[in-house]
């Protein structure tokens, strides 16, 4: 296979992350064999790195923070010089890639895996009062396994983690077995669908695993863009939650599968088989979402809207972050724009509040507050300023009022259809609403929102 093939190219660096993944080859698939041990947080793994050159190289470099290699093997054979640097893994192989090769690397690490600090806090494999929690974004993932980190990268998974007895270890994609030996428990997930690495993750607790309820009937629910929208299967919906905390969880699930119904009316199928909330015991200052499940503290299992609009938020970004995912961190906004306007959504679905009112309550609260943000380009230190979410919404809202509801909810749609499980970037975006909609000049419309410090009026 080639660079020029189909799922195969030749990318740049990302400036918002500039030290974090390699341009010489991409992984086209990751087989992790994980053996954690709780009470001494210790993490001893054996991954199998399926990837292509993308360039002609004699050196391979990892991302890896925190953990140590012991082996590895380049197409079987026996690597004899690698070594750390700062937060790498440079590997030297003994016969040089050519692009478009692909090649297997075998590694042996282990270590006490802990969050990587930097410039958005700790990010990556965190232990718990009495688990795991793994939150990869933006550059995580290297905090418990070798990747070559890049957000445009995207990859199959098997993931086998074996951990104590009484422990159930949920990662991302379809569990395909589970077994017991001794006092160890194995569990294995494959995750089929490409998928970035920092969403790659691994829950670790005493969870037992729900089926959660159908919705009723979505009577009283419904405004003018669901009208001749074919309706969907049901979406397996799953809690994985502590015995104690059954009762909370589901209560404070209740609306999700109505949720569902909704955003698949709003922005196509459900891009994955199912989909699984983690509610832990611990309380979580903001709930994560990684690719097929999002991860709450119980403090978010309440009726509050606060509460809901992030179980709402969480959800969308199944299909805006996961499937869709950004080429580049700096069109951010495709990701947290999208999903703060499905909370608007959802408020507006249930009574709650319009979603124009919740717009234009945005709007005020930004035009009171420093104009001093480019959202298209927030730069790394504030690509997750709360102005990138609140203003990437408005910024959709000035689309949607520039179309009309139909053309904008089609607009969606197709976007989601026709980049599924794929990277994209603001450009991608406005080329695809100017060829779905006549006479939408989207660049026009977006250029105040995404580009211009000062904040536009409102319409």
Request: hydrophobic share 40%; with cysteine; aromatic share 10%.
């Amino acid at each position: 296979m080639s660079p020029s093939e189909p799922g195969i190219t030749k990318i740049a660096a990302d400036a918002y992350a500039l030290h974090h993944g390699s341009m010489a080859f991409q992984v086209l698939r990751y087989e992790l064999d994980l053996d954690y041990s709780l009470g001494s947080n210790r993490l001893n793994g054996r991954a199998v790195l399926r990837c292509v050159a993308l360039e002609d190289t004699d050196s391979l470099i990892l991302d890896l923070v925190g953990l140590k290699a012991s082996k590895i093997l380049v197409d079987g054979k026996k690597v004899p010089k690698f070594s750390p640097r700062g937060e790498h893994l440079v590997i030297t192989v003994k016969e040089p890639l050519a692009a478009g090769q692909s090649f297997t690397v075998e590694l042996r690490y282990d270590g006490n895996p802990k969050p990587r600090r930097g410039l958005w806090g700790e990010v990556g494999w965190e232990e718990l009062d009495d688990g795991v929690l793994v939150a990869g974004q933006p550059n995580g993932a290297a905090s418990w396994f070798p990747c070559n980190d890049h957000p445009q990268y995207k990859s199959s998974y098997l993931i086998s983690i074996t951990t104590d007895d009484n422990y159930r270890a949920i990662c991302n994609g379809r569990l395909v077995s589970h077994s017991k030996k001794s006092s160890r428990e194995t569990w294995v997930y494959e995750q089929a669908e490409p998928m970035a690495s920092y969403l790659a993750t691994v829950q670790i607790g005493r969870y037992k695993l729900h089926q959660l309820s159908p919705s009723v009937a979505r009577a009283g629910l419904g405004t003018a863009h669901h009208a001749e929208v074919p309706r969907h299967s049901p979406v397996p919906q799953f809690v994985a939650v502590a015995p104690g905390l059954l009762t909370e969880a589901r209560e404070g699930l209740a609306r999700q599968a109505d949720m569902m119904r909704t955003f698949e009316d709003c922005f196509g199928p459900y891009p994955f088989a199912e989909y699984t909330a983690v509610v832990t015991e611990d309380e979580l200052e903001i709930p994560l979402e990684a690719q097929t499940l999002s991860i709450f503290g119980r403090n978010h299992m309440e009726q509050s809207w606060e509460a809901q609009r992030l179980i709402a938020h969480e959800l969308s970004h199944q299909w805006f972050g996961n499937s869709l995912t950004v080429s580049s961190w700096r069109d951010i906004w495709l990701h947290e724009g999208f999903a703060c306007y499905a909370e608007w959504i959802w408020s507006e679905e249930t009574g709650v509040m319009s979603l124009a009112t919740r717009a234009r309550a945005a709007w005020r609260k930004l035009d009171a507050g420093a104009q001093d943000l480019v959202i298209g380009d927030p730069g790394p230190e504030r690509m997750f300023d709360d102005r990138v979410y609140k203003r990437g919404a408005l910024a959709l809202h000035a689309v949607r009022l520039a179309c009309g509801d139909a053309m904008f909810f089609g607009l969606l749609r197709h976007w989601t259809e026709t980049k599924r499980h794929s990277s994209v970037s603001t450009a991608e975006f406005i080329a695809t609403a100017n060829a779905f909609v006549p006479g939408l000049d989207a660049a026009r419309v977006l250029e105040p929102w995404l580009y211009r410090a000062r904040l536009p009026a409102f319409s």
